[in-house]
């Protein structure tokens, strides 16, 4: 009887062997906070004890009062530290050992009724880390049987040489976070893809992958900036609606011009974890030039400048880091300490003796040239 409750009660969450995820007591509405930032497919059973357990309860209650970091951002008992914000900055209660993340198993609690864990990714990443995995922010896949991975900074064109591949038939790995092993296998977190509206117009069979009501939203955000756009221009318009909350409003419609579509529905055969090898490495940037430009580097050259691009993607979590050791200053996690050492001994040793081009491209670029430059490397 014991059994079948922790059964009912248990989800794992098995992340390629390497770092192996638990749900203890989580409803199928927490579970699913999970398998929206993790990907269904990942749900499978674990082979060993959990890095990460995660557990679910309806009130937690702390020992003593709490203690605020900031306007309730984070905080701190005798002897927890808490999270108080989540994901769109909604009041949440979590508990999070930054002592152990990463090097030693721990358990994150976690009040009901959250979108998102917060850190959850980066916590993975760090036990990824730990155990000689190193996680790229980058687009990978697999095209005429050779591993790819784009990578640079973000809003850098990664996810536009993805679907430039993705329309000729290529493998999907990952698009956000991708993880290389010493041996140079790639695998990544399925999560969906993040499509902008000028993506669709450019790739419209990829259209039939989006929901019909972000298809309305998508459409109707489109022409209200078209609008906006024209009453700028407009010296009459202006004095109905001031050019200063024109220029306010134009900037926060056009962030929302895009859709989430799991890759499921713009890759062949992405309905499981897809390894790759990797053998070519692209960095790609924008740049003020139209013509797009490919050049071949030292993939070390890649590897020295990505080493500062995942700090910049981890910086919400070193801030709530330096939160924690403000609270407990007497306490320290030597991993995240140390962690710009380890990353760049992982770079160096991952991207080593890779074939590896830099692509520099106007914004927004021509999906379809960036495949036309890059095919003939497949060759």
Same mark, same amino acid.
């Given at each position: 009887? $014991?059994?079948?409750?922790?059964? +009912?009660?248990? %989800?794992?969450?098995?992340?390629?062997?390497?770092?192996?995820?638990?749900?203890?007591? $989580?409803?199928?509405?927490?579970? +699913?906070?999970? %398998?929206?930032?993790?990907?269904?497919i990942l749900k499978q059973p674990l082979s060993g004890p959990p890095d990460i357990t995660i557990r679910f309860v309806d009130r937690l209650e702390t020992p003593s009062h709490v203690r605020l970091i900031g306007v309730d951002d984070a905080g701190f008992t005798d002897n927890a530290f808490l999270i108080l914000r989540s994901k769109h900055k909604s009041a949440a209660k979590v508990q999070i050992p930054f002592a152990q993340v990463g090097h030693q198993p721990c358990e994150i609690i976690v009040e009901r009724g959250l979108p998102a864990v917060p850190h959850l990714i980066a916590i993975i990443n760090l036990t990824m880390t730990a155990k000689g995995v190193l996680p790229l922010h980058a687009s990978a896949f697999n095209y005429r049987g050779i591993g790819a991975l784009a990578t640079g900074w973000a809003k850098g064109g990664k996810t536009e040489v993805l679907l430039a591949f993705a329309a000729h038939g290529a493998q999907y790995i990952g698009d956000e976070w991708v993880y290389l092993t010493r041996d140079g296998q790639m695998n990544g977190i399925p999560e969906p893809v993040r499509l902008w509206k000028w993506h669709l117009d450019e790739m419209p069979q990829y259209w039939a992958g989006v929901k019909r009501a972000d298809r309305l939203r998508l459409r109707g955000l489109a022409w209200s900036v078209r609008i906006l756009d024209r009453l700028s221009t407009d010296s009459l318009s202006r004095r109905i609606l001031p050019s200063r909350m024109i220029r306010r409003a134009l900037p926060i419609l056009k962030r929302q011009l895009n859709v989430l579509v799991p890759p499921t529905r713009l890759f062949e055969g992405s309905d499981g974890p897809v390894v790759g090898t990797l053998q070519r490495i692209f960095f790609v940037a924008s740049h003020e030039s139209p013509e797009t430009l490919?050049?071949?580097?030292?993939?070390?050259?890649?590897?020295?400048?990505?080493?500062?691009?995942?700090?910049?993607?981890?910086?919400e979590f070193m801030s709530t880091y330096l939160k924690f050791r403000f609270a407990f200053p007497e306490q320290c996690n030597e991993l995240i300490d140390q962690l710009e050492q380890h990353e760049h001994d992982l770079l160096m040793d991952a991207l080593a003796n890779k074939q590896a081009h830099t692509i520099y491209h106007p914004y927004p670029v021509a999906i379809a040239s960036l495949y036309n430059l890059i095919n003939p490397l497949f060759d």
């Open positions: 009887m $014991a059994d079948a409750r922790q059964s +009912a009660q248990t %989800t794992d969450y098995n992340l390629h062997g390497a770092v192996g995820i638990r749900l203890l007591d $989580a409803r199928p509405a927490d579970a +699913a906070v999970i %398998t929206r930032q993790l990907n269904a490919i050049e071949e580097v030292d993939s070390l050259d890649i590897a020295r400048r990505m080493a500062f691009s995942l700090q910049e993607e981890r910086a």
